[in-house]
């Protein structure tokens, strides 16, 4: 029997995670993997979640498995209004903050609209609004000829470049955003992983009437646990509302009550203290590893927080066409043609430093440098 | 500020559940609730969540909560194939089987496009159906003068009507499926909630190549987990995934171990035979005080299973004007009108039997009558 005349339109514009069929054909476990974004083990709270597992049935009982509400259940609204300052309708709880791109491209973008993002951004981010067939543009090359429904960035420890925009680069797109008079969705999942430097305000702060904040707590507690966050104006998230209630009805009630406690009562603050420190003297051991092992004409950001940093081999270099021969070598990473809008930039590299433990990160640069080294 | 161009056309479609908009307006304990879909409590297994969700961090530890395949944690797609016989790879785990609805409808359906459906039927369906702006037609009138993309239908024990498809009237779909060419959504969350009567066999093992089968723990372990399961062909499923990798990447990973454990283990099987006696309890004292309390000319339906019947007053009642009277005397349903694609038969209302407990059912139902008898 052949299917395609059943699928709809939006199918010929859905895009394979690269990341995700890598995974497909390989086991992790087998080789040095700097391709994923996967927190590290050591961080993930078992001990608290056991506790706190048992705590929730004796004293949610019944609750804690009954169907909630869309929005979410009110604890977890609640420790996350308290923790940003903002009341709690300003906050809807997704399942994953990757439903929470999917569900502002859904409410927001049709085919054809303009959205606006840095290049390279989120290959998940750049999956969901080609899904909906939006025209992805680039922020830096916009000519605002045409409306535009919201621009996307990652302002903290970027995905994939591990950059941080300046105070004064946020004040510059909220002024654009003001003047041409789009939204911003700002992508946040690693703004409480800062290992230097300042820390700077959150667009949401600098503009909440136009600002929709997405929060994850897949890499402060466990994204086992697909829970998320918006925080933005009523007036949005009631048709995110709406819409989520197509979608899945209600994020799973037993994990946000865990997640509620394990924020609410501090746990998560001093988990989250480990973890910074655990990130810092890896991302510190990436940075002297690619110092020490990398072949001249190799350049890298240096990231202030989060999980990534990018490689940028010399010209003429082609990172897709190397990947198999680095993966046969025992080492993988991604593309990082992959996180540009236009495929353009193919010497270029994401590598995760979160994941391996130091010695493998050693053996697995080591590799990587020789690989590239030809 | 204004929002309103901001939005997508199919924001426009989206449909408020009143389902949903009723448990916002009033506390749930406060009222005798037939209303919502609420499995009873007591049939929530806590005893063996808490044992499992113990062992599970023990046997899987970091395992159960780091990322997972977006198809869903081997061990769940395994068990749930074994207890329908199939291979694997044509098991999908999704993020409820409110997913499983919108992500067929998203993966099959463009604006325009016929869905057709019984009437009355589920109203999270009809959400789905309008948010992505289709066409929705109801199967008896439909004169197959336009491509169909796919037929909805809930075989045992449907929401609302609690009526039960026979085995002709499965074949008979097929048959015409297999002429004019379209799909099967075979939407199934109550199928092992059996109280009497003989089993039917599925659409999906009448017609496995054109049918897509969802599945729901919601009714058989705990809503609260969000989890369900598309069976289909393996070419559907493709796009399902690629889909569902822009929707959340993957199911909630912890609360899918456990739910593995649950069903492998025979627990399920085990806390089944529990909530059938039950619910079968409920069913017959349901009918029972009906058959006392109502006053003549209305009649219902007489489920062999599920969670629901479906109320008839005689001609001329009007449940939508009579609902903020039942609300004020503190009894709740759902007017019949919603769940009709054309929002006729406003005579009728949809009673859930599976929520309250005997005495509260009885006091709900004598209220209920005397609203109705005026």
Chains 1, 2 share one sequence.
């Not at 949610?60 to 308290?82: H, N």
């Not at 010497?347 to 010695?359: C, E, G, K």
């Amino acid at each position: 029997m052949k299917y395609d005349k059943f699928f709809s339109e939006d199918v010929g514009s859905f895009m394979r995670s690269p990341v995700r069929e890598i995974f497909k054909k390989v086991d992790l476990a087998s080789i040095y993997s700097f391709a994923g974004g996967y927190p590290d083990a050591a961080t993930f709270p078992i001990d608290d979640i056991r506790r706190i597992s048992a705590q929730v049935l004796e004293k949610q009982g019944a609750k804690s498995l009954q169907y909630g509400a869309t929005q979410g259940v009110p604890e977890l609204r609640q420790v996350i209004a308290r923790r940003y300052g903002v009341p709690v309708e300003n906050v809807q709880i997704t399942t994953s903050s990757q439903q929470g791109i999917d569900v502002c491209t859904r409410v927001l973008a049709d085919p054809g609209d303009v959205i606006l993002t840095t290049s390279p951004t989120y290959l998940g981010a750049l999956q969901s609004f080609r899904a909906y067939r939006a025209d992805v543009r680039t922020l830096e090359d916009f000519a605002f000829d045409r409306p535009v429904k919201f621009c996307y960035v990652i302002p903290d420890f970027q995905n994939p470049s591990g950059e941080t925009m300046t105070l004064a680069q946020r004040q510059a797109l909220v002024a654009l955003a003001r003047e041409h008079e789009f939204l911003i969705v700002e992508d946040s999942p690693y703004r409480e992983l800062r290992y230097s430097g300042e820390s700077v305000p959150t667009i949401y702060s600098l503009a909440p009437e136009r600002t929709l904040h997405l929060g994850s707590f897949s890499k402060i507690f466990a994204p086992g646990f697909r829970l998320g966050w918006i925080l933005g104006p009523v007036e949005l998230l009631d048709q995110i509302y709406v819409c989520k209630q197509s979608l899945d009805l209600c994020p799973p009630i037993f994990d946000q009550y865990i997640a509620a406690e394990f924020m609410g009562s501090g746990a998560l603050d001093a988990n989250l203290q480990k973890s910074i420190a655990l990130y810092r003297a890896k991302r510190d051991k990436m940075l002297s590893l690619l110092e020490q092992y990398m072949p001249q004409g190799v350049s890298w950001t240096h990231p202030e927080g989060g999980l990534f940093l990018f490689l940028t081999l010399p010209e003429g270099f082609d990172t897709v066409a190397l990947y198999d021969r680095a993966l046969s070598a025992g080492v993988a990473y991604v593309a990082g043609s992959f996180f540009f809008v236009d495929g353009s930039h193919r010497n270029t590299m994401r590598l995760n430093f979160s994941f391996l433990d130091a010695s493998r990160m050693e053996a697995g640069i080591r590799l990587l440098a020789e690989v590239i080294g030809g």
